[in-house]
T-cell receptor, first 114, second 116 residues
Framework: AAGVIQSPRHLIKEKRETATLKCYPI?????VYWYQQGPGQDPQFLIS???????DKGSIPDRFSAQQFSDYHSELNMSSLELGDSALYFC?????????????FGPGTRLTVL | AQKITQTQPGMFVQEKEAVTLDCTYD???????LFWYKQPSSGEMIFLIY??????QNATEGRYSLNFQKARKSANLVISASQLGDSAMYFC?????????????FGKGNQVVVIP
């Protein structure tokens, strides 16, 4: 079965640079979520989109922005990178059918800021 | 306040034995979902099992079962017949449905090491 695709899988940036993370949800899933997992931490919710509209916003820094496109893929844009942004960034997708709305996670993008 | 609590220290489990991972949660929302995810050392987050707050029966999925005790607000994961590939971090997560969003709140995780 098709899974969530994230690219790139690994990214190394310098402080103050920008980064763009991409997410391709499972086909026919219309909701995308972004999570940040720092080293040794649990994932923290950043933001989500439903039908290309922002549906929920969590602890996402103002330096970050995201959007969902007409083909349902999503991009997380990160500017003025800081050392503390080094983390594993997950994208997850879900379908509203049924009551579970289970979120299926991609493999993650490991961002290292030097 | 932490919505999901996982307090067990790292656990060593003998292969083929069962292991129970504790999870307690805190919510005033009558409609919520509880999830368990597995994160191996490679980093991916793998969905294991789901329990809805209105589900009458405990969820089961292969070797995974969820011991759901609603009054005690606990949702413990039971892994039967442990395998070496079960070595991973296990996260309990909750989604509160009534607040109009689907964000997951995670616990701190339980580390499991299966030994032969």
């Amino acid at each position: 079965a098709a899974g969530v695709i994230q690219s790139p899988r690994h990214l190394i940036k310098e402080k103050r640079e920008t980064a763009t993370l991409k997410c391709y949800p499972i086909p026919r899933h219309d909701t995308v979520y972004w999570y940040q997992q720092g080293p040794g931490q649990d994932p923290q919710f950043l933001i989500s989109f439903y039908e290309k509209m922002q549906s929920d916003k969590g602890s996402i820094p103002d330096r970050f922005s995201a959007q969902q496109f007409s083909d349902y893929h999503s991009e997380l844009n990160m500017s003025s990178l800081e050392l503390g942004d080094s983390a594993l960034y997950f994208c997850a997708s879900s379908s509203p059918s049924g009551t579970e709305d289970t979120q299926y996670f991609g493999p993650g993008t490991r961002l290292t800021v030097l | 306040a932490q919505k999901i609590t996982q307090t067990q220290p790292g656990m060593f489990v003998q292969e083929k034995e069962a292991v129970t991972l504790d999870c307690t949660y805190d919510t005033s929302d009558p409609s919520y979902g509880l999830f368990w995810y597995k994160q191996p050392s490679s980093g991916e987050m793998i969905f294991l099992i789901y329990q809805g707050s209105y589900d009458q029966q405990n969820a089961t999925e292969g070797r995974y079962s969820l011991n759901f005790q609603k009054a005690r607000k606990s949702a413990n994961l039971v892994i039967s017949a442990s395998q070496l590939g079960d070595s991973a971090m296990y996260f309990c997560a909750m989604r509160e449905r009534s607040y109009g969003n689907n964000r997951l709140a995670f616990g701190k995780g339980n580390q499991v090491v299966v030994i032969p």
